[in-house]
């Protein structure tokens, strides 16, 4: 088959409908992986105020539609004949979720697939492994999302185990993150509460034994960008696909988010501002699996869940 040639290669557009980011990627297909066009993230924040009440709170509805119109836009202009549009734990367990989705079709013209956890986990397996942060020994996957948080236990060559809990960082926040810094008492309590959730990943990890632990985009992307800039680095994320923890520097930067006010993460650099918060419980989620099942060895893909749909439509 010839080579194509830029200007008739394959564009495709991948967007991740998340409880507090929508993400678009478009990508040009290139012979064996592919070429980032156009990416872009917003806080559309559609679990707002309403992400335990199973229903999307009209702001971050119109938010929602507004997003999608303008990905719409991005999408035409840069001429991407393939899209997908992939939504996860809030629009999965909203009520009015199907409303926003036939909105969506309306006044954007995308239509929404709406994917359960397990597809979820094994859409996220497929972005670590086209990172390249997989190895042949066994790594425990985490994937932190607002809504749900996808744990994966596998290989470069396969997937061992997999389940997604409904335990994102923002139903965390929601459930025990109520004054800022978080008291040691809810601290307490959300340890409780993991314990009794995670039942299933700790048989699982007995069976598995993972050795790593990769920390999927999200919160650990900020824990890096934040060390890198600490230490004046010129870190630049969107260059980056693997990064590995020096693990001192990142259970001492865990630690002082727990203690930290919401200013003091504000002013942050590396924080973007619809993790500020998040950011918490996403740390204390993150320790709580390290002590728990004892993985000091830390890294992190910036691949995720859009780069595991976008390698299946080229593949």
Avoid: C
């Avoid at 559609?46 to 507004?66: C, D, H, L, S, Y």
């Avoid at 909203?94 to 926003?100: S, V």
């Avoid at 036939?102 to 859409?123: L, S, T």
Wanted: net charge negative; no cysteine.
């Amino acid at each position: 088959m010839p080579k194509q040639n830029n200007s008739s290669a394959k564009r495709i557009a991948v967007m991740d409908l998340g409880t507090n980011t929508f993400h678009l990627l478009i990508a040009e297909a290139g012979a064996d992986d592919f070429k980032v066009i156009h990416h872009q993230t917003e806080a559309v924040k559609i679990g707002e105020g309403g992400i335990n009440k199973g229903v999307i709170q009209q702001a971050a509805f119109t938010r929602g539609i507004k997003t999608m119109q303008d990905f719409k836009k991005r999408i035409d202009e840069a001429g991407a004949t393939q899209v997908r549009a992939i939504a996860t734990s809030a629009l999965r367990s909203a009520a009015n979720g199907n409303d926003f989705i036939a909105e969506v079709e309306a006044k954007a013209g995308i239509q929404i697939e709406i994917i359960n956890g397990e597809q979820e986990a094994a859409f996220i397996y497929e972005g670590i492994k086209a990172s390249g942060a997989l190895t042949d020994e066994n790594a425990l996957i985490i994937d932190i999302g607002g809504g749900s948080v996808e744990f994966i236990i596998g290989n470069n060559k396969e997937v061992l185990w997999k389940q997604s809990f409904e335990i994102g960082a923002a139903r965390l926040m929601d459930k025990f993150h109520k004054t800022d810094p978080i008291p040691v008492i809810s601290i307490k309590a959300m340890t409780a509460y993991l314990n009794q959730q995670l039942a299933d990943l700790f048989i699982a990890a007995m069976q598995y034994k993972p050795t790593v632990l990769i920390g999927s985009s999200g919160a650990f992307e900020s824990f890096a960008e934040v060390i890198e800039l600490e230490k004046s680095k010129a870190f630049d994320i969107k260059k980056t696909k693997s990064y590995e923890f020096d693990t001192d520097d990142l259970l001492e930067l865990i630690e002082r988010l727990i203690k930290s006010t919401h200013a003091k993460r504000a002013s942050t650099k590396g924080i973007i501002p619809v993790r500020v918060d998040m950011i918490v419980t996403a740390s204390l989620l993150t320790i709580y699996i390290m002590q728990k099942l004892g993985l000091v060895d830390v890294s992190m893909s910036t691949y995720s869940l859009k780069e595991g749909v976008l390698a299946g439509m080229l593949g």
